[in-house]
Each structure stands twice: as structure tokens, then as C-alpha cells.
């Protein structure tokens, strides 16, 4: 099994962040699923390649060329795959994984997972999208997709088909346990 991890190029400010990540990578690791994720050495992205890396499990890193320029790719990987943009990454890193978690982190990961879930929806995958809501990070976004709903945008089992969990060894089970529900507009009327 692969799993993507999308997360931030920061640390954040908590050091609960840092921890789940390591935390994660390390599990990774000891049920051998191999973390597909965005290259970089920095952030929580470094932290939970490194974690991986360092409990003897496989990271898989895919990063457009421009940032390879900028240095930030991480030299330890398994694999650095290279890909000319932004655009042609998250199709590798979606073909690569067998599902999707969020760890905190800003705009572009909350672009790459909802993309995931949209996705799901239209039945391009059916792999899970899960949040890994570390300190309550994800709460907002929760609400979010509650309004969704209740204003008519999502259907209740598109939202319900959103993972969220606290802890690493949560989500990891979840997602195993994962049944995706039928794609939009087969049989349904659109929401």
C-alpha cells in the first residue's frame, strides 16, 4: 500500500505538529505503506520523510523541476521523481497512492487534498481522503463542509465520506477500513 501525505513546508508554530508527523512516518513505516508525498527536505514534509526514512520504510518524493532548482528536494529518498509542473505532480502523486491524508499545513494543501476528494466524488478514484486533525487544525474545515451541506453544495454522504481523526494510528485504521460510496451522478440526482 502507498499512501500521499499532503503537508505543510513549514513546521508551524506547536511542536505537536512535528510529532504527529514523525509519529505518522514512523507507522508508516512499521505496517510497511509507503509514503508518496511532495520532495522536500523542509517542514512537516521533511519531518515525516525522514521518520519514514529513519524507521527503515520506503518514501517516494514527487516535485516539479522548478523547486529541484530551488534546493529544496530531499537527497535521501527512496525515489525523487521530477515532473515539469504543479499540475503534473498531483496526477503522479494521485496515480502513485492508494489514498490521501492532510496534515496541517497552508493553501496549497488544502488545494491537493480537496482536489483528491472532489476526485472521489466524481468517481475519477475511490480512495479515502483523510484528515489527520492534529490539535484541532482541521475543525474549521469540518464546519465548512457542514455548511456545504446544509446549503445544498454537497450531498451528506459526499461530506461523510471524509475521514478525520486525531492521531496517526486512528487514521491509518480508518483508511484501511474505507468503503467508498457510489460516485456523483450515477443514479443520484447532482447536488
Known amino acids: ?28 513505516a512499521a505496517q510497511d505503506i509507503e509514503l508518496v508525498y511532495g520532495g522536500g527536505h ?19 518524493g514527487v516535485m516539479p523541476q522548478h523547486l529541484v532548482d530551488k534546493e529544496i528536494a530531499h537527497q535521501g529518498l527512496t525515489e525523487l521523481i ?20 492532510a496534515m496541517p499545513g497552508g493553501a496549497g494543501t488544502i488545494e491537493e487534498i480537496t482536489e483528491q476528494w472532489t476526485w472521489a466524488q466524481l468517481g475519477v478514484h475511490q480512495k479515502p481522503c483523510a484528515f ?3 490539535l484541532n487544525y482541521y475543525d474549521p474545515f469540518k464546519m465548512f ?5 446544509e ?5 451528506a454522504d459526499y461530506a461523510d465520506m471524509l475521514i478525520y481523526a486525531d ?6 485504521a480508518e483508511i484501511k477500513s474505507y468503503v467508498a460510496p457510489a ?4 443514479g443520484k440526482t447532482p447536488v
Open 1 to 28: 500500500m502507498r499512501l500521499a501525505v499532503f503537508c505543510g513546508s513549514s513546521m508551524g508554530i506547536r511542536g505537536e505538529f512535528l510529532d504527529a508527523a514523525q509519529l505518522l512516518g514512523r507507522l508508516l
Open 42 to 60: 523542509v517542514g512537516l514534509m521533511g519531518g515525516v520523510a525522514d521518520a519514514v526514512l529513519g524507521a527503515g520504510g520506503k518514501v517516494i
Open 82 to 101: 521530477v515532473v515539469a509542473d504543479m499540475h503534473e505532480r498531483k496526477l503522479k502523486m494521485a496515480d502513485l497512492s492508494d489514498g490521501f491524508i
Open 132 to 134: 489527520l486533525n492534529v
Open 145 to 149: 463542509v457542514t455548511s456545504m451541506v
Open 151 to 155: 446549503n445544498g453544495f454537497v450531498q
Open 167 to 172: 492521531d496517526p494510528q486512528s487514521i491509518l
Open 183 to 186: 460516485p456523483k451522478w450515477i
